[in-house]
């Protein structure tokens, strides 16, 4: 009896123990890259802009980039202020920041980019990666602009110190304004300042007006990091 006790007792302890590995995941990303009309290898840098797709363009035909936001403008001949990298999603998966981190270190190492000035935009599930990419690296964008989007509004305690601009459909079906309004109620009760813009009639497409007004561009470049980027 005195065993069985004993033996009872020893199953309910617990040890704290520690587990460390490191671990390593190769990444790979195909996608667009514009470089402005002003840019040149040896000349000036430039600004940054990553561009984040929906859920709508996934798989492995970055013509289907086109359809929305820079890539669209660009397609049409418009000139853009910065370097765009555009990249595609694969099918069925959801946006890696680990991938996307990578894609701007190496983007910011093979041209002539100004690292204050990196900026990041996205709709829908990118208005969602846009959140998240931001709030796990916190001092790498000088400012962002996701679109009908949302994520863990307690983790924008992160960016409070990040210029954001925020956009959404007030009829959005696929993902409610709610998503966006607690993303920025949220930062607003830990200190930050989002902008948020709000289209009365629109649904999910709140980013072709968004993305087809230059304010946006003009407020992006309004902003850089102060003492470049940190890890």
């Avoid at 990553?50 to 013509?63: Q, W």
């Amino acid at each position: 009896m005195q065993e069985d006790h004993a033996l009872a007792d020893s199953t309910l302890s617990q040890q704290a123990l520690t587990f460390s590995k490191e671990i390593r995941k190769p990444v790979s990303l195909d996608y667009l890259l514009y470089l402005p009309p002003t840019y040149a290898p040896a000349g000036e840098p430039r600004p940054l802009l990553l561009f984040l797709h929906g859920a709508g363009e996934r798989g492995n035909d970055l013509e289907l980039l086109k359809k929305h936001g820079p890539p669209r403008l660009i397609d049409r001949g418009e000139a853009l202020p910065f370097v765009v990298v555009s990249p595609q999603c694969p099918a069925d998966q959801w946006w890696d920041t680990e991938a996307l981190i990578a894609l701007v270190d190496e983007a910011t190492a093979s041209h002539r980019i100004d690292s204050q000035r990196v900026y990041v935009t996205g709709l829908s599930m990118g208005g969602f990666g846009t959140w998240k990419l931001a709030i796990e690296y916190p001092n790498r964008f000088a400012a962002i602009a996701p679109i009908c989007g949302g994520g863990m509004a307690h983790l924008t305690r992160r960016i409070t110190h990040v210029p954001i601009w925020v956009f959404h459909g007030a009829k959005d079906q696929t993902v409610p304004l709610r998503e966006s309004q607690s993303m920025v109620d949220a930062l607003k009760r830990y200190g930050g300042d989002a902008r948020l813009t709000i289209y009365p009639e629109a649904q999910h497409d709140s980013w072709t007006e968004t993305y087809d007004n230059p304010e946006l561009y003009t407020w992006l470049l309004s902003h850089r990091l102060a003492d470049g980027p940190a890890t």
